[in-house]
């Protein structure tokens, strides 16, 4: 199956949302050289690698209670970032997460903001920002 890759015409202001959220994908791929960065899923972590995130990607559900991850987590990790989903769901576990790991995140608490900010209603999950990235610069995939 192949699929075509067609060219739409973006407005200024999708063009700027892309470049913006390119800015922010740029620092964090440079932060996450160092640091690695937690999300919910596998799917989540493969958009984060079709970024050029390089660096360690931790998935939240491998098997232990969100007490025991963040025990791990803080006893191998000086620093992380929470990069979760902004739905329902991904909001609650933030907020658990956050207080587990109090004082190894909050510095890079902004990439999460920048991004939940930048794609808007759009969407609310890590997963669909490759895609968003795509449609917003004016790409759109047909198959």
Not at 14 to 43: C, H, M, S, T, W
Not at 61 to 68: A, D, I, R
Not at 85 to 103: A, F, M, V
Request: charged fraction near 30%; glycine fraction near 6%; aromatic fraction near 8%.
């Amino acid at each position: 199956m192949m699929l075509n890759v067609q060219k739409n015409m973006s407005s200024p202001e999708d063009i700027e949302r892309a470049e913006r959220l390119r800015e922010v994908f740029q620092a964090l791929y440079e932060v996450n050289k160092r640091f690695p960065v937690i999300v919910e899923g596998k799917k989540d972590a493969m958009a984060l690698k079709k970024l050029g995130l390089i660096g360690e990607i931790i998935i939240l559900h491998s098997g232990k209670n969100l007490y025991e991850f963040c025990e791990d987590i803080v006893s191998k990790f000086s620093k992380v970032v929470i990069l979760l989903d902004w739905d329902t769901k991904g909001e609650n576990l933030y907020k658990s997460i956050g207080k587990n790991l109090t004082g190894h995140w909050e510095e890079f608490s902004t990439f999460r903001d920048l991004i939940k900010i930048l794609c808007q209603k759009d969407i609310k999950d890590v997963e669909g920002i490759p895609k968003l990235l795509l449609r917003l610069e004016g790409h759109e995939y047909s198959r």
